[in-house]
């Protein structure tokens, strides 16, 4: 089997790539909706892989391996291995998860991701009725996680919550040191939100980043009576070019408050330090930004061995990053926690998607599917009214 062409369109918010093949099979790829950029980025990598074996798949990757980095420019290098997998498993006619060892799990956990609910404001109140929404929600999350701090704008423009002043722009580098009522305020929200959630769902924190080393050690400590799941990317994180593994590393020593980061790394090399300095507690690699789903799975092997436990990235990935998180998670070790769940935007998207269950979480949770490669398809004669101008022959 030979690779004949590598295509990517905009379908919706999302990028997907299309690898089709001499044999007739094609391979689905997708990456974060923020990363509607990304279609010159992937047929960068077209003349690289034409007349390559697809089920080759590590092969094919060491070509192209070495010329991505950490969010967003490592999403092309990753959409490109997913679609691999998949033309792998239709080949051999299993799901992808039996060519990465076998499922050790016949259902995946899952929290809320991409369903959300909007606020009317920044109030403790306001969180708290939030959180009563959510946990109400039809898919019976048992753990969910809410922005707060620097990777809340809404929050940090509130007025005295830090020295600095606010930048502009979802992905400004606002940092700086939380003032005392800053502090105590991000404090109240939080336990506002457990007080309304119990000991029956988990709550976790996507903090930044953005926290100076003594307001997170602060806060991580005046956390802990209140069992959070963990505190996220506080330090470094989302878009964040480099990882301070020492920093980490004492901020995790100083507190029984569990530290998770990842999703902006991009390859298993870039979680070394991380994961042998015992710099966090939880991991949370993107397999639509780390490389892919094999290098998530390395990464989450290499953690297990260290008592570091994996909770991956994924909430703007769709509905193929969906069916790539199932699959890996299913084969990951038992320092799985969960994953975070990606949805379909627009809506329509789900009815251009075939292969998945009408009731996709139930109870916090996705049965495992076991249609080969990542057991979704794209309907071209659906699809094809959305592709953008200019992108006809996408299908063909």
């Known amino acids: 089997m030979k690779i004949t062409d590598l295509k990517c369109t905009i379908l919706g918010n999302n990028p997907v790539i299309r690898i089709t093949t ?15 950029y990304l279609k010159s980025h992937v047929l960068f ?29 490592g999403s ?18 299993v799901p992808v998860y039996k060519l990465l060892g076998g499922k050790i799990r016949d259902t995946v956990l899952t929290y809320n991701g991409s369903v959300r609910f909007p606020m009317d404001g920044q109030t403790p109140e306001d969180y708290a009725e939030n959180m009563a929404k959510m946990k109400a929600s039809k898919e019976g999350f048992t753990m969910i996680k809410q922005a707060v701090g620097f990777h809340n704008m809404g929050m940090m423009t509130l007025p005295n919550m830090f020295y600095g002043e606010v930048q502009s722009g979802r992905r400004a580098a606002n940092r700086g040191l939380m003032t005392e009522h800053g502090l105590n305020y991000v404090l109240d929200c939080v336990i506002a939100m457990k007080e309304v959630l119990g000991d029956e769902v988990g709550l976790a924190l996507d903090c930044g980043p ?23 990317d506080i330090l470094t994180g989302d878009y964040t070019p480099y990882v301070q593994a020492d920093l980490y590393r004492d901020l995790t020593m100083s507190t029984s408050t569990p530290v998770h980061t990842g999703e902006q790394i991009y390859l298993r090399q870039n979680f070394t330090e991380l994961i042998e300095k015992q710099a966090v507690n939880i991991l949370g690699p993107d397999p639509a930004d780390i490389g892919g789903i094999a290098e998530l799975k390395w990464v989450a092997e290499y953690a297990d061995l260290h008592g570091i436990l994996m909770a991956p990235h994924g909430t703007f990935d769709g509905l193929i990053g969906l069916a790539a998180l199932v699959q890996v998670s299913a084969a990951m070790p038992q320092n799985f926690i969960a994953f975070e769940y990606p949805t379909g935007d627009p809506a329509w998207w789900y009815d251009i998607v075939d292969g998945l269950p ?13 249609r080969p490669g990542l057991g979704v398809e794209i309907i071209a004669e659906e699809a094809k009214q959305y592709l953008p101008e200019g992108d006809e022959d996408f299908f063909d």
């Open 22 to 36: 001499d044999e007739g099979i094609c391979g689905w790829g997708e990456a974060e909706s923020s990363k509607s």
């Open 76 to 93: 092309a290098v990753s959409a490109i291995e997913m679609a691999l997998w998949d033309i792998a498993g239709k080949a051999a006619g």
């Open 358 to 370: 009408d009731d996709i979480v139930k109870n916090g949770q996705i049965e495992v599917w076991d």
């Open 45 to 73: 990598y077209r003349d690289l892989i034409l007349g390559e074996d697809p089920t080759n798949v590590e092969r094919v990757m060491l070509k192209i391996r070495r010329m991505g980095a950490f969010k967003p420019w």
């Open 210 to 232: 953005g926290w100076t080393l003594p307001d997170a050690t602060r806060f991580a400590r005046a956390l802990e009576p209140y069992n959070i799941m963990w505190i996220e």
